[in-house]
């Protein structure tokens, strides 16, 4: 009966689904996976003793591995070199996150973003900005790799993602391979700058992927049981029919119940 048309096209699209589940499936592993990696990179680094940024960052493009490094340095920003970088969401709401060029006392330069802003009233104005400070400061903060461009083209003194090498355009500087995402910064005297609102923390969690690959795994097998689960119906009732129809071996009469009071009777 499986070798029917029928049924063999019934197992074909059973097959097909089995495919379909097996990459979906791994699809969702792949992303559990860099959740994973992330949830691990963060974990490890967020927390720890900031490192002197010249031991961690160079002028190439940043190793994924190092990601969220806790790096310390001291210099003066540029502020009338800052960048806003448009359409950037907080708590729901979007608005503008304010990079500023940072010039070490080796004179390496390293773009930092000092938090997040609200939109202003309309499209056509900027936002107010909390100025950077002019005198020396110590920075503290983790090391972010130079986001995707967009391929946007804004108006001066706007970017529509960290990407490094837009904004070394804008600014005509060189920056180093990461830029800084800003934790705290000291003048000499000890004293913290005012800042725009800081960055939440990364989120760490996992999410449902695991648990989709694995539903989607399990899955595999349902086509080829609701095709067994089919045929197997089929075949009993074409026996039921053959035997109704005589032409297969009479079916042994049930045998009668007998009633109690009919045994009294007799």
Not at 21 to 49: C, P, T, V
């Amino acid at each position: 009966m499986l070798t029917s048309r029928r049924w063999l096209g019934a197992l074909a699209v059973a097959l097909a689904f089995a495919v379909a589940a097996f990459f979906l499936g791994r699809w969702q592993w792949h992303r559990y996976e860099a959740k994973s990696a992330r949830a691990d990179r963060i974990h490890s680094h967020y927390d720890a003793k900031p490192q002197p940024l010249d031991d961690v960052l160079g002028a190439s493009p940043m190793p994924l591995e190092r990601e969220w490094t806790r790096v310390t340095m001291q210099g003066r920003y540029a502020a009338d070199e800052t960048l806003l970088v448009r359409n950037r969401p907080f708590d729901g709401v979007y608005g503008y996150e304010v990079l500023v060029p940072f010039e070490e006392a080796t004179g390496r330069s390293v773009l930092v973003d000092r938090g997040w802003v609200a939109n202003a009233k309309n499209a056509e104005t900027l936002p107010d900005v909390v100025p950077a400070p002019s005198d020396e400061v110590t920075v503290t903060g983790w090391l972010r790799r130079s986001e995707p461009s967009l391929g946007k083209k804004l108006p001066q003194g706007q970017v529509a993602s960290i990407n490094l090498g837009e904004a070394g355009a804008q600014s005509g500087r060189q920056f180093l391979g990461a830029y800084v995402l800003l934790e705290v910064e000291r003048r000499s005297d000890g004293t913290a700058p005012d800042r725009p609102t800081a960055l939440d923390a990364p989120d760490t969690d996992l999410g449902p992927h695991q648990a989709y690959a694995f539903q989607w795994w399990l899955a595999m097998v349902a086509g080829f049981v609701l095709v067994w689960f089919g045929a197997r119906r089929e075949y009993r009732e074409g026996l039921e029919q053959s035997s109704s129809d005589g032409a297969g071996p009479p079916r042994a009469p049930r045998p009668k119940k007998v009633r109690i009071w009919d045994e009294e009777d007799g």
